[in-house]
């Protein structure tokens, strides 16, 4: 099974600052012939299902909103929120789609400072 | 709108079996993946195994934690999606959601949740 660890484990961001969530895989999960990587990230609200944020690796699910990017390749990944909102606080999660089984990392929650 | 509703969690005694089943609505249900994962109290999330869609449908994986457990199968004439759980252990106890996923050959992505059901694996 292709093992995610995500860095930190949880970190405090004060209002409009950068928070930045690192993911790696154990093995690449990206595959040649069609240049893609199988990584999206979740958010995950206290009490709600996980929300799908982003997807290969970069490419924003409608509706998400332009401050939260991700970026990365092979085994290393890394979510970006750019001016961490109120609303953001929340669990976030990778998760690769590569090889069955599929895997997520253990969640980096993000507070407010 | 896409609909996911899970049925049938609760508390089991270890050892026991349990089927939950999930409706999905507001989308053409043979055309997704479905899956299911699950979060222990407090913990992080697990996902649990899939039954593919069209091209290849009813094709499954699991995870190697539950695998030869567990069993997903799905109806396409009711939009449902089934997850049979056998043998069951305490640590199998936590919220099950169900997912929809999109289809990309032979790989799939998580696109939208349930709400979830509570399992509780408990004497």
């Known amino acids: 099974d292709i093992v995610m660890t995500q860095s930190p484990d949880s970190l405090a961001v004060s209002l409009g600052d950068r928070a930045t969530i690192n993911c790696k895989s154990s093995r690449s999960i990206s595959y040649s012939p069609n240049n893609q990587n199988y990584l999206a990230w979740f958010q995950q609200k206290p009490g709600q299902p996980p929300k799908l944020l982003i997807y290969?690796?970069?490419i924003r699910e409608s509706g998400v909103p332009d401050r939260f990017s991700g970026s990365g390749s092979g085994t290393d990944f890394t979510l970006t929120i750019s001016s961490l909102q109120a609303e953001d606080v929340a669990v976030y999660y990778c998760h690769q789609y590569y090889s069955a089984p599929w895997t997520f990392g253990q969640g980096t929650k993000v507070e407010i400072k | 709108e896409v609909q996911l509703v899970e049925s049938g969690g609760g508390l089991v005694q270890p050892g026991r079996s349990l089927r939950l089943s999930c409706i999905g609505s507001?989308?053409?249900?043979?055309?997704?993946?479905m899956s299911w994962v699950r979060q222990a109290p407090g913990k992080g999330l697990e996902w649990v195994g899939f039954?593919?869609?069209?091209?290849?449908?009813?094709?499954?994986e699991y995870a190697t934690s539950v695998k030869g457990r567990f069993t997903i199968s799905r109806d396409d004439s009711t939009s449902i999606a089934y997850l049979q759980m056998n043998s069951l252990k305490s640590e199998d106890t936590g919220v099950y959601y169900c997912?929809?996923?999109?289809?990309?050959?032979?790989?799939?992505?998580?696109?939208?949740w349930g709400q979830g059901t509570l399992v509780t694996v408990s004497s």
């Open positions: 039954i593919r869609g069209k091209p290849h449908i009813g094709t499954t």
């Open positions: 997912t929809r996923e999109r289809t990309y050959d032979w790989h799939a992505l998580i696109d939208s």
């Open positions: 290969w690796a970069s």
């Open positions: 507001g989308f053409t249900f043979g055309d997704y993946a």
